[in-house]
């Protein structure tokens, strides 16, 4: 059953519906919401969070997807703050590197150590190139986002080779590809310079994160905005050009229609191309054209902690484990191995491969950090057949074909991964974007009531 929100109806109030209950999702229908429209939002999974991936570790509820939150997540921390959820503790970004034997770390809290290392990473010309593209994300916070001016205009420039062709291979072995692995779960030679500001910009930013985890937020979402579970969208239903409403089957069961005066859809580029495809098949094939990577990721809790305060998460590029990092500052207890990149393309995710993996990993921590030799107490394992985007060439193109296809649909708003960018904040943005231009189209209740 749907939990109802509080607020009493007003009489052009308009019923919106939201589909995906990921951060972009949440974001456009709290603020949807907030501007005193009829929200309901519709989700596929049985819980709320999408790709922040709640799940437990033995008795321990914890997030195997997204949950290092930047400084500089300003509309993100607006909607935890929204939904009285503003405490949030430091996690810093901290990876390190292997180079000749020497562990290399990257610390947004000790910068001049970072960019002296860095500067060991390549040579001068890709120094001076990282360094002018950071010089803009710091100088103009759009930088950070996809679709920016100043990226589009690398994109125009570059995007007719892939990222490994625009810096060095030094450069790009070491600094690039541990970045693009860990953001987009892609490889250098599967992303575009134009998308790259987005994956500096989170080099750039200090990260906490929330401390009582993302589930308190989510159980006052709950609480204010209606929610469908376990529902998935089939299909969209317009009329002369404008939503009508929904095509939605709950739990499997007979699809149904439903009506709704305007809609955002804050599902992954794929999935989005589904739901509009019969009504808008030019737009679902654009959106199929953007790509999507796996990951795995292993959950382990020791008896004691494996990393050190300084060092706490290990970057690695000659094996399917690409990083290894604590769970928390004070988790380090907790390990969490991820798996992406080609080698990381787990086929095989059976027990005794991941045992075997997870020792082998285990093995170079002790050798590298000099880390206890610890015993697992609990393990977890989650697979994303899609974790994250990886973009498309030519993104700031993309997006105005997406943007005049979406246009034909009165009523019609996108919001996801896709358009600004993976990061939680990024999302966000764009969820909170797409309610701004959805309440404009369909006028603000208080003022019209
Ligand atoms: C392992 C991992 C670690 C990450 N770490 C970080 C991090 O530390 N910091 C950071 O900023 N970002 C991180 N990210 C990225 C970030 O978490 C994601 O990009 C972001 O959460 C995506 O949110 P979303 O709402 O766009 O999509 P999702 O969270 O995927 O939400 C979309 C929702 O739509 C639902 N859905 C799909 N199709 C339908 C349908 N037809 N009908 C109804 N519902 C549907 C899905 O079930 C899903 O719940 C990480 C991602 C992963 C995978």
């Not at 770390?105 to 150590?113: A, I, K, N």
């Not at 899609?386 to 996108?414: I, Q, T, W």
Request: charged letters at 25%.
């Amino acid at each position: 059953m749907p939990s109802r929100s509080s607020r009493s109806s007003l009489r052009t109030r308009r019923r919106v519906a939201v589909v995906g209950a990921g951060v972009s999702g949440l974001t456009a229908a709290l603020r949807l919401d907030l501007l005193g429209h009829d929200v309901e939002v519709i989700e596929a999974a049985d819980t709320l969070g999408g790709r922040f991936g709640l799940d437990k570790l033995g008795d321990r509820p914890v997030m195997t997807g997204g949950k290092n939150i930047g400084r500089q997540y300003h509309t993100f921390r607006w909607f935890t703050s929204e939904l009285g959820s503003a405490a949030y503790e430091s996690f810093g970004y901290n990876a390190s590197r292997i180079k000749d034997g020497e562990v290399l770390t990257l610390d947004s809290e000790r910068r001049s150590q970072t960019l002296k290392n860095i500067r060991r990473m390549g040579s001068t010309r890709d120094f001076a190139r990282m360094a002018a593209m950071a010089a803009r994300i710091r100088a103009d916070r759009r930088n950070r986002f996809l679709g920016s001016r100043y990226f589009s205009g690398v994109s125009r420039k570059h995007d007719h080779a892939p990222l490994s062709a625009f810096f060095g291979p030094e450069m790009t072995d070491m600094l690039v590809r541990p970045m693009v692995i860990r953001n987009n779960g892609a490889e250098p030679d599967e992303v575009y310079p134009g998308t790259f500001g987005t994956n500096l910009s989170m080099l750039m930013d200090h990260y906490d994160q929330l401390t009582g985890g993302i589930q308190p937020v989510l159980d006052a979402f709950a609480k204010r905005v209606t929610v469908r579970l376990n529902t998935a969208v089939e299909g969209l239903r317009t009329r002369d050009g404008r939503i009508t409403g929904l095509r939605v089957a709950e739990a499997g069961g007979e699809a149904e229609d439903l009506d709704y005066d305007g809609v955002v859809l804050a599902t992954p580029a794929y999935a989005t191309a589904e739901i509009v495809r019969s009504a808008r098949p030019r737009l679902a094939r654009r959106l199929g054209d953007v790509n999507y990577f796996p990951s795995t990721v292993v959950l382990v809790e020791y008896d004691r902690d494996v990393f050190t305060h300084e060092v706490r998460a290990l970057a690695m590029d000659d094996g399917p484990c690409s990083n290894a990092g604590s769970y928390g500052q004070e988790e380090r207890h907790i390990v969490r191995y991820t798996y992406s990149g080609r080698e990381g393309r787990l086929t095989d995710r059976g027990p005794e491969t991941i045992d075997r993996l997870t020792t082998e990993t285990e093995e170079r921590l002790v050798r590298h950090l000099g880390a206890p030799r610890a015993e697992r107490v609990a393990l977890l394992v989650k697979h994303w057949p899609a974790a994250y985007c990886g973009y498309l060439p030519y993104h700031a193109e993309f997006l105005a074909e997406v943007r005049e296809d979406v246009a034909g649909v009165a009523g019609l708003e996108l919001a996801g991964d896709y358009i600004q960018g993976v990061s939680i904040e990024a999302c966000a943005r764009t969820g909170r974007a797409a309610a701004g231009r959805l309440a404009t189209h369909l006028g603000t209740p208080e003022l019209t009531a």
